[in-house]
């Protein structure tokens, strides 16, 4: 799960042991994604 935090990035929740992680979204490959307001 990852929120867009705008100009590339995102955080992501990875896994228990690596916690949360801010990176570019270029990093993860998407499969769909949802958007909320």
Do not use: C, K, R
């Amino acid at each position: 799960m990852g929120i867009y935090v705008g100009n590339g990035m995102m955080i992501s929740a990875l896994n228990p042991s690596q916690g949360t992680q801010l990176h570019p979204v270029s990093w993860m490959s998407v499969d769909g994604y949802y958007t909320a307001f």
